[in-house]
């Protein structure tokens, strides 16, 4: 298995044999990849009807951003979704709506699995990479707290609060021990922000009392960086707060291959989980026909083995390994020329064959 289970706390509405998925195809390529993720799931028989929302900033009186009502209404009904990347203005505009969605379904916990894919040749492939970014998704630097305090200087906040650092923590502790894995390095920057980091790492101190069989360490943000690129096999679970969690997890995709290949899941309370590719909207490759759909169809498969759905799961994980091994029909990402419905084809054409 390529992507390890994810913990969580059943909600009685997942648990029936078919289930009901919102799906959020986002912008630039959401679309695209989105109809690739429906044709092989639909090429496997996966019990899913899936429920699709446009998602679009409404400006509110106040000034704060929301999603659309409907969209909002199938998440909670649904608890659990499937996103595209979807486009936010670079210094200006509303409020990335990916943060809305984030703070709108209280997603707390963001999980950046990072696992070497086989037919995927990087210089890391003999040694393998094996991690997971466990990423706080609601706060930190990405709060969005900024205001002008005179004409030239701006001020942006870093909230850091002890609720939020404690529930990733506990979430990131409770994976380990869901999926075998021994060790957790908590990343942070608290010799220079020692008050908002120093209470994450409080935070996470704590609760690694609970758990003695994890081995626990603490380590510097930037020394993680050099370490990991020279020996990724001294990271197992990296914990760590919003901002350190988006580039870090960024430069594991570049160990196993880009960003095409990077899944994530989003997990919240209430049973709420979302599932999206690590990748923004690539605008360039919208009109092309080029995108690649593998980090939304692994974002997916950690989502249908959330639902329990692990057959499937597996079905469709082993045409996709074996698609990119043998590497005739593969996007120019990962240094092929395969259109994406080529790819997609070929995928569903291997879950009928071997069905």
């Known amino acids: 298995m390529l992507l390890g289970r994810i913990s969580r706390l059943v909600s009685p509405s997942l648990c029936r044999s078919n289930h009901t998925v919102t799906l959020f195809p986002g912008d ?28 679009y900033p409404i400006l509110e009186k106040n000034g704060k951003t929301r999603i659309p009502q409907p969209a909002i209404d199938s998440i909670f009904k649904n608890k659990i979704g499937l996103k595209g990347p979807m486009r936010t203005a670079i210094g200006k505009g509303h409020v990335s709506l990916n943060l ?8 707390y916990a963001n999980v950046r699995p990072a696992k070497t894919v086989p037919g995927v040749k990087t210089p890391y492939s003999e040694e393998g990479v094996d991690c997971v970014i466990m990423r706080e998704n609601t706060e930190g630097e990405y709060s969005g707290i900024e205001h002008t305090v005179v004409p030239g200087v701006v001020q942006s906040v870093k909230l850091i609060t002890r609720v939020a650092s404690r529930n990733v923590a506990e979430y990131a502790f409770k994976y380990a021990v869901d999926n075998g894995r021994s060790n957790i390095v908590a990343l942070h920057k608290a010799n220079i922000m020692k008050m908002s980091d120093g209470t994450f790492l409080e935070e996470c101190r704590a609760v690694a009392e609970q758990f003695p069989q994890i081995k626990y360490r603490e380590m510097y943000l930037d020394s993680a960086c050099l370490k990991i690129v020279k020996d990724p096999s001294q990271f197992d679970v990296m914990l760590m707060p919003n901002l350190y969690g988006d580039i870090f997890s960024d430069l594991t995709a570049g160990l196993i291959g880009g960003l095409g290949l990077a899944p994530s899941g989003n997990m919240g309370k209430d ?38 759905l692990t ?45």
């Not at 993720?37 to 446009?54: G, L, N, R, S």
């Not at 079905?315 to 091994?325: F, G, H, R, W």
């Open 271 to 308: 049973g709420i989980a979302i599932y999206e590719a690590v990748h923004g909207t690539a605008d360039d490759l919208t009109a092309t026909n080029k995108g690649n759909p593998t980090a939304l169809l692994m974002s997916g498969l950690m989502m249908l083995r959330h639902l329990e």
């Open 100 to 107: 809305t969605i984030r703070r709108t379904f209280g997603l």
């Open 311 to 355: 057959s499937h799961a597996d079905t469709i994980e082993k045409a996709i390994l074996e698609t990119l091994t043998e590497r005739k029909f593969v996007t120019g990402d990962i240094g092929g020329s395969a259109t994406n419905p080529q790819y997609t084809a070929e995928i569903c054409r291997k879950i009928r064959a071997s069905s």
């Open 28 to 55: 630039g390529i959401g679309p695209q990849i989105s109809e690739s993720v429906k044709e092989i799931f639909a090429a496997a028989d996966v019990p899913i009807t899936w429920e699709e929302h446009e998602v």
